[in-house]
C-alpha cells in the first residue's frame, strides 16, 4: 500500500515507519502538525520543526499542518492535512506512533473512517522492553528533548536511548511507575538517525527550558 507517515519526529513516528516499510508497504510522503499548544493531547512538539529534515532524509516530501491545539479544532486541523495526502498522493492510508493511547488512536481512526482510508498502527500494545532494545539493535540514534515527570530532569534531556538508558528508565519504571517509552508523557524524543535516513542529522546548538517544577525542554538546531 501506499502509505503517509504521521511524523512526530520522535521515535514511534519514525519507527512505526520503518516497521511499515519493512513489511513491504511504499511510504510516500510525510504528514506533521505544527501544534501551538504545547501541552497537546494529540500532538508532539518539542523540536517540531526538525521533521522537515526528517522527512528531507527519508526523501519525502512533507504536508504541514498548523493548529492552534484546540480540542476539536486541531482534529479538523489532522483531517485536513490526511485529505491532502489523499487527494496528492493517492495514499491507501496513514502510519502512527500509537501505542497505548486509545484516545489518540481512536481519534486518527475515526478520521481514516470517513476518508476511506487505512489506519495502520505497527507498535499497539508493544512489549516496552522489547521495544526499547528493538531500536538500539535496529540501530536508532535518539535523544530525548524533554522530560515531564518526577523524578526526571534536566539531566536527561539530550540522553541516547542506548543500553544504560534502557537500564535506568527500567529502574525509574518499578519504583515510580514511570512508562520506560514515555507513554503517558513522561519524556519525548527526537530521531538524528535510522536505517529509512540517506544521512545522520547532526546538531548544531540547543537550548533548554523550564517549564514547570518536573517539565523541561530541549529545542534543537540541525547542521544544513
Known amino acids: 500500500m501506499k502509505l503517509a507517515l504521521l511524523l512526530s519526529g520522535g521515535k514511534d513516528s519514525v519507527y512505526s515507519g520503518y516497521l511499515a516499510k519493512k513489511s513491504g508497504h511504499e511510504l510516500v ?5 505544527f501544534s501551538k499548544n504545547k501541552y497537546s493531547y494529540m500532538f508532539h512538539t518539542p523540536s517540531i520543526e526538525k521533521t522537515k529534515l526528517q522527512a528531507k532524509s527519508m526523501n519525502l516530501p512533507i504536508i504541514i499542518q498548523k493548529t492552534s491545539g484546540k480540542k476539536e479544532s486541531e482534529l479538523k486541523d ?26 489518540q488512536s481512536s481519534r486518527i481512526q475515526k ?46 534531556l539530550g540522553r541516547k536511548i542506548d543500553k544504560k538508558f534502557v537500564e535506568d528508565i527500567m529502574k525509574m519504571n518499578k519504583k515510580y511507575k514511570i512508562s520506560m517509552i514515555g507513554e503517558g508523557g513522561e519524556y519525548e524524543t527526537f530521531v538524528l538517525n535510522c536505517p529509512l535516513f540517506k544521512k545522520e542529522l547532526k546538531i548544531e546548538s540547543f537550548k533548554d527550558f523550564k517549564e514547570g517544577e518536573n517539565s523541561f525542554r530541549r529545542e534543537i538546531e540541525i547542521k544544513n
Open 78 to 103: 489532522l483531517e485536513k492535512a490526511i485529505l491532502e495526502a489523499k487527494q496528492k498522493y493517492k495514499i491507501d492510508g496513514i502510519i502512527t506512533g500509537a501505542i497505548q493511547s486509545v484516545y
Open 111 to 156: 478520521i481514516c473512517n470517513k476518508l476511506n482510508l487505512e489506519c495502520f498502527n505497527p507498535l499497539w500494545k508493544t512489549d516496552e522492553e522489547k521495544y526499547l532494545n528493538d531500536l538500539i539493535k535496529n540501530k536508532f540514534k535518539i535523544i530525548l528533548t524533554g522530560v515531564f515527570a518526577y523524578p526526571l530532569d534536566e539531566k536527561w
Open 29 to 33: 510522503c510525510a504528514i506533521t502538525i
